[in-house]
């Protein structure tokens, strides 16, 4: 059985009829074709598939479409506004925080929900936030320099 399902999706309206029963990573992937959040253990631990709802980070590889219903759904492809990428994204590339790319959607994402509850986050908390976004490709230590960047510019410094 197919319910209507309304909500935001990167800051635009959304409705679809379908299964509420598919998760949001299906979705996403398939019905709107934003394709940067990425399907990876498929029992929410590995961290590829975070997206935020409501400004929270949730694993959207978990999140049943019916439970999105009324909510703001953001994805990567959504952080950036007017053409001007995210502070998170933009210290992500300055310190090379990214080898393969598999996991840097679901760390920016990670990163990002990170700061908008801690603006000013110290390495063990990024540590500890990051501990679920697997990187195989081993870019930790830039992925944190990159959070410890990204929450200075966010504040307004440089």
Request: include cysteine; charge should be positive; charged fraction near 20%.
């Amino acid at each position: 059985m197919k319910d209507t399902i309304r909500f935001e999706l990167n800051g635009k309206p959304a409705e679809l009829q379908i299964d509420s029963n598919l998760t949001l990573l299906w979705v996403l992937r398939v019905h709107f074709g934003l394709t940067g959040t990425k399907y990876g253990c498929g029992i929410g631990y590995c961290g590829a598939c975070m997206v935020h709802m409501d400004n929270v980070k949730v694993p959207s590889c978990q999140l049943r479409i019916g439970n999105v219903n009324g909510r703001n759904i953001t994805t990567i492809e959504g952080l950036s506004r007017g053409g001007e990428l995210h502070p998170v994204q933009k210290a992500f590339i300055k310190h090379d925080a990214l080898q393969c790319g598999f996991c840097t959607p679901g760390m920016i994402m990670s990163t990002t929900g990170l700061l908008l509850k801690n603006p000013n986050p110290s390495r063990e908390e990024i540590n500890r936030e990051l501990d679920h976004n697997l990187c195989r490709c081993g870019a930790h230590t830039r992925i944190i320099d990159a959070v410890l960047t990204a929450s200075t510019e966010m504040k307004g410094g440089k």
